[in-house]
């Protein structure tokens, strides 16, 4: 990219070096912004017979060229690409939806000279109309070699944001109490319902029982029968791990034990299994509170039916402390 001075009128579709202010201070036009007619009658009108501009040279394309081209190739899943000022792309969500990060790859990205992104957490719970990620480009114009390298990586490896909708988030609950269900259920419920609802789902169907090896089982297999998203067991005894009541239950349902133990405080006793496609989350002590906890960071991908990992629980560790 090489920078000039040319004649305003012979300034058409040519790309502002710097921004224009007029007498009183107010910007006229912005930095980077590609003249046209009526901006050349705006200059003239302004007194300007010269503007400073900037040209493209052999082997470059332009910044507003190499961020969209980015951007398709960055996301999936519930979102729109918009064209900002400055050479950036906006990536905004077009449904309630849990935003998915490919961190090691934003890393690689980021590394680069000539394009860096910005997005929302990982997991994190976007509301349609949000924003979730930024793409920007070095000033006016990239390299076409180095905005190839990157559309190569991306190709080969995936996007690196994935928007997934959160539809039918349908959560069935379990109370469970040594003495009895009713009593967790008037503990939790208040505060159960209004953190599903925070994360765009809904409360299909609750049960409460008695913390007995055999109750846990059939009110588990009554709630299966619902076809949930997800079951929460909201219970007021800690586990001491998959071998308590609720660990040695899952065991008889035939559930797979996916992750006992979160780095996340509050909420390190976490246990998450599978029965078949729906996780259910035994995570004592997080119900009693609307404060953050690991239900705030595993809440939004399981609503939005994506499959949490245990290695994904493990590497919740780094900004796992929430308060």
Known sequence: M??????????AGRILC????????????????????????????????????????EGEVSEDEAVMAVAEATCCGSVEIRLAAGGRANLIATHDCCTLVDDELLRQINCTSSVVIATVPNYRYTQAGERIATIKSAPF??????????????????SILQARPIREPGVAVLYT???????????????????????????????????????????????????????????????A??????????VRLGAHVERFL?????????????????????????????????LDLILPPILAKYRISGW????????????
């Not at 090489?2 to 300034?11: E, G, H, N």
């Not at 629980?313 to 308060?323: K, Q, S």
């Open 2 to 11: 090489r920078a000039l001075t040319v004649d305003v009128q012979k300034s």
């Open 18 to 57: 710097c921004t224009i202010f007029k007498a009183g201070g107010r910007k006229l036009l912005a930095k980077g912004h590609t003249l046209s007619d009526e901006d050349i009658r705006l200059l003239e009108t302004e007194g300007m017979r010269q503007v400073w501009v900037t040209e493209l040279e």
């Open 141 to 158: 114009a990239v390299a076409r070699a180095q905005l190839e390298t990157l559309l190569s990586m991306l190709t080969e490896r995936g």
């Open 177 to 239: 109490d040594p003495v009895h269900g009713d009593r967790a259920r008037s503990l939790f419920e208040s505060v159960v319902r209004g953190r599903v609802e925070r994360f765009g789902g809904n409360l299909r169907y609750s049960l409460a029982c008695l913390e007995e090896e055999d109750q846990v089982v059939r009110s588990l297999q009554h709630l299966l029968r619902t076809k949930p998203a997800s079951i929460l067991v909201a219970s007021t005894t800690a586990p």
């Open 241 to 250: 791990g998959p071998e308590d009541v609720v660990g040695r239950a899952l």
């Open 262 to 294: 979160a780095p996340v405080e509050p909420g390190n006793l976490m246990l998450l299994s599978y029965k078949d496609d729906v996780p259910i989350v035994s995570a004592p002590c997080c119900f009693r509170s609307p404060k953050p906890n690991v």
């Open 312 to 323: 994904e629980i493990a590497c919740l560790g780094h900004g796992g402390l929430l308060n």
